[in-house]
């Protein structure tokens, strides 16, 4: 099995930064893709950012390009967003995702493991 916990979650202004954590923790020689994906009230869950763990190809959501930054540090089986110049339609439970598969997909139902998701609320 494969456990996800987030951290960094919190409360920003407008035009802020945050960073948001996530390991991997079991058996995480599985995993080759991890990925953000966020829910806001009301909405579905949705894509923001992936990274394949075997190299450093990235795939962003065009709501986020150029404003997020997702990157992996391997030796800790974390995977960080970097996540810039946030708006208040960034408000969301961010929740970290992964699986075994070789492609990343924007799609939660391709993805088996989830975190607990943590909160990010960015105030106008």
């Known amino acids: 099995q494969v456990q996800l916990v987030e951290s960094g979650g919190g409360l920003r202004q407008a035009g802020d930064s945050l960073r948001l954590s996530c390991t991997a923790n079991?058996?995480?020689?599985?995993?080759?893709?991890m990925a953000w994906f966020r829910q806001a009230p009301g909405k579905e869950r949705e894509f923001v950012a992936a990274?394949?763990?075997?190299?450093?190809?990235?795939h962003y959501a065009d709501s986020v390009k150029a404003r997020f930054i997702i990157s992996r540090d391997k030796y800790n089986n974390t995977v960080y967003l970097q996540m810039n110049s946030l708006k208040p339609e960034d408000t969301a439970v961010y929740y970290c995702?992964?699986?075994?598969?070789?492609?990343?997909?924007?799609?939660?139902?391709?993805?088996?493991?989830w975190g607990q998701g943590t909160q990010v609320t960015v105030s106008s």
């Open positions: 990274i394949r763990l075997p190299g450093t190809n990235t």
């Open positions: 079991g058996r995480t020689h599985i995993l080759n893709v």
């Open positions: 995702a992964a699986n075994s598969l070789g492609v990343i997909y924007t799609q939660p139902a391709r993805y088996r493991y």
